[in-house]
């Protein structure tokens, strides 16, 4: 259950000794039990099984997660001290946001995304207006983007380690897509092929900095709650678009 009192940290001073680095990033991967890849609504989407309808719900709806990494990530920015992780930290920005330097241009992820909805059979403008957005996407989405603005910087940054599970969610949308809905235009699929990538340099610096900050066992065991809390808001999420879209649980 998504914890709404996230933000009071419940660090006990007496929780045994510290994990190494090698056992607590074993601990943060075995989060990955909990990653919104196992929820029915994801595995109705890549089993092939969902309707047109439900895809395009599905793109609408987080499309207002997309447009959110942005505002999440320039939270973690302004609460950062540290120029070396601001430095890294702002490519995330580009990369969802787009960019021109120099001659080098780069649309970023929440245009490929719109090429994802178009090629789903969603107009620019119904995606853009957010018409198909359901309250409980909204709220899930919401309460994530202002985690990430009152909590310390690392914790922030910890809660984005979910990225350590995603490149395989994207790896199984570009594997059975094309097999299971070839009314999509494969061009679409352009956002996912990105993410592959984009997503194990992001886990890199996320890592190094949860791992280099959460150095006895009382803040490590406080990594784990703030991580399954991301958990639980992208679970959360599918939890929303399932309940509007007819998918049971």
């Known amino acids: 259950m998504m914890r709404a009192d996230i933000l009071q940290s419940e ?8 994990w190494s680095r090698d056992e607590f990033e074993a601990q943060l991967r075995a ?9 029915p609504f994801n595995v109705k989407l890549n089993s092939g099984l969902a309707t047109p309808e439900q895809i395009r719900g ?18 973690v920015l302004s609460n950062c001290p540290d120029p070396e992780v601001r430095r890294g930290w702002v490519q995330r920005i580009l990369d969802h946001d787009g960019f021109e330097f120099g001659g080098v241009k780069d649309e970023g992820g929440i245009e ?40 310390p910087w690392q914790e922030a940054v910890c809660s984005s380690l979910t990225e ?9 949308r570009l594997a059975s897509w094309p097999e ?16 592959v990538s984009q997503a194990r340099r992001d886990v890199e610096q ?18 784990l709650q703030v991580l399954q809390f991301k958990l639980d808001i992208l679970w959360a999420m599918n939890d929303a678009m399932a309940q509007r879209y007819g998918v049971s649980q």
């Open 206 to 223: 996320g890592l190094a900095v949860t791992l280099g900050h959460f150095t006895t066992r009382a803040l490590q065991e406080r990594a």
């Open 112 to 151: 490929a995304w719109l090429r994802l909805a178009e090629a789903v059979g969603l107009s620019r403008d119904e995606v853009l207006d957010l018409r198909h957005v359901v309250p409980a996407m909204r709220f899930a989405v919401d309460a994530y983007v202002n985690f990430a603005r009152r909590a």
């Open 58 to 75: 599905w793109v609408a709806n987080r499309f207002y997660y997309q447009i959110a990494i942005p505002v999440k990530d320039a939270a």
């Open 180 to 195: 299971h809905y070839p009314w999509i235009e494969p061009q679409g699929l352009g956002y996912f092929r990105n993410r």
């Open 11 to 18: 660090i006990q001073p007496d929780q045994g000794p510290a």
């Open 31 to 39: 989060r990955g039990r909990a990653y919104h890849i196992h929820h």
């Open 164 to 172: 350590l599970f995603a490149p395989e969610i994207h790896r199984q």
